[in-house]
Nanobody, 116 residues
Framework: QVQLVESGGGLVQPGGSLRLSCTASGSIFRLVAVGWYRQAPGKQRELVARITTTGSTIYADSVRGRFTISRDNAKNTAYLQMNSLKPEDTAVYYC??????????WGQGTQVTVSS
């Protein structure tokens, strides 16, 4: 079982950047794929980006070219570098694994607000 804690959110102006971190407990982090998800007010949670154990990545169309997901297995941490932020990127961002999602387990997330 992996416990995940998100951090790095905040208030940023349009066009700005933020880097989110997802720190995992346990020794199996390197063995699982990790995804970043977000949920805006009144909307369903959506997948933003995902990285496999081998480093393969996928992105939502809305963030491709602006966001970059990465992982450092030695630090048990996954990252989401977000550039050229837009107001529509405002949401609570979560990281999670497939197993945790299947069990209905989510962390507290980190709030990202893009506003002038």
């Amino acid at each position: 079982q992996v416990q995940l804690v998100e951090s790095g959110g905040g208030l940023v102006q349009p066009g700005g950047s933020l880097r989110l971190s997802c720190t995992a407990s346990g020794s199996i982090f390197r063995l699982v794929a990790v995804g970043w998800y977000r949920q805006a007010p009144g909307k369903q949670r959506e997948l933003v980006a995902r990285i496999t154990t081998t480093g393969s990545t996928i992105y939502a169309d809305s963030v491709r070219g602006r966001f970059t997901i990465s992982r450092d297995n030695a630090k048990n941490t996954a990252y989401l570098q977000m550039n050229s932020l837009k107001p529509e990127d405002t949401a609570v961002y979560y990281c999670n694994t497939d197993v945790q999602i299947s069990m209905g387990r989510w962390g507290q997330g980190t709030q990202v607000t893009v506003s002038s």
